[in-house]
């Protein structure tokens, strides 16, 4: 049985195959990037710039510099939140964080970090920019906002935020998990986008991105070898090597710059037909519950069915050869917000390699589920 | 044709004025630095002919890459300060 494959939301599964061509080639020839000076350190070295310039150019950015290479979007959270959360300060979330923002916040409480989660209602981005306006004051020194919940697909207006923390000075992060590769983002805007390669820019996993705004610092998360500055038993103050010790991951970045560049070829709106008309069929069966709202909605489709459990029905839906994701998705806060907490709900998200023909599979196989409650 | 060095600060801006030299049609490639030539070690450089060694500093520095230090290449490939 082929699987239809619709976890897409989680890591892309079918990647480009100049993606793993980029990486094979990269594997074998590919040495220290700015470790020496022969052509297998110089091959590196041009590998990690490509992949900068690639993002540079699919972001909107003026410069590769302020693209830091990280091991997933995890990893860019946690440095931008664990430099920018000062001690004895609050920092605002919207409702729809995921557990990579909301642990490293968790972890800062000790310190004397406040999170503060804000009421932001589902597919109400004018709330959201109002619960945000109402929220910043001094005692605030920073805002994590997801620009697509991973959870229900909804599009939060982080521009808009972003305007705001701007005109107070205070500095914003954006989780750009759900969406990079599948909205326009601008790097050259207000706050540090924080991404992975492996969803939708069809990179490998170990992968993701920081982007630095202009004039944009942070503390490194860690300290080691950059390959440059070496006498210096201090981290540069330059970018990208302040953010990016130790050895690189050459091949996925030769991999992630491959992504970027099919997306940079293709467009990258291909999904949202497909998360309209799942959105419109499962709502067509009685007893199924659709999280949806087309004109703030994108990537992941929410559902439950009726008396059944999410897990349980991702599970039915996976010995029918269809993979989606059940339960709370790393993101509990997310469900909270929305009242889902207690059975979560199965979310179906799309690819590039996802036909009308796959929705269509998925819907026949959850009327059939349903028929068994 | 000997060659001069400009030193940069990271692998990253080496690459960038390369990028943006070979753009302008010069040739220009990377190369590391002797150990104790920066101050703070393990430096990378641009390497362009010698004579057209102003005009890529005025170059990179018009396109924010600022350039303070140079060195010029022996004829066995060693490092000197420019004579």
Sequence with gaps: MPLIYLDNAATTLHKPPEVGAAMQRALNTCGGAGRGGHAAAQKAAEVLFDCREAAARLFQMSGPDRVILTCNATHALNMAIKSLAKPGKSVLISGYEHNAVVRPLGSLEAAGVKTVPLPTPLFEPDAVVKRFEEALDDSVCLAVCIHVSNVFGFVLPVERVAELCRARGVPMIVDASQSAGLLPINGDLYPYWCMPGHKSLYGPQGTGLLLVPPGGMLAPLMEGGTGGDSRNPRMPEYLPDRLEAGTHNAPGAAGLAAGIRYLTKNGTDYTAPLTRQTAEELSGIKGVEVYSNPACQTGPVSFRIEGKDSETTATLLSDRGIAVRGGLHCAPLAHNTVGTEATGTARAAFSHANTARDIAALVRAVREIKALA | ?83
């Design chain 2, 1 to 83: 044709m000997p060659n001069a060095l400009i030193a940069c600060r990271s692998v990253t801006y080496a690459q960038r004025a390369v990028r943006l030299l070979e753009k302008a049609g010069m040739r220009a490639s990377m190369r590391r630095l002797p150990a104790d030539l920066p101050e703070t070690g393990c430096g990378h450089a641009v390497r362009v002919e010698r004579e057209k060694l102003t005009q890529a500093m005025q170059m990179m520095n018009e396109a924010g890459f600022p350039t303070r230090v140079y060195f010029c290449e022996d004829e066995n490939g060693g490092v000197i300060k420019c004579p």
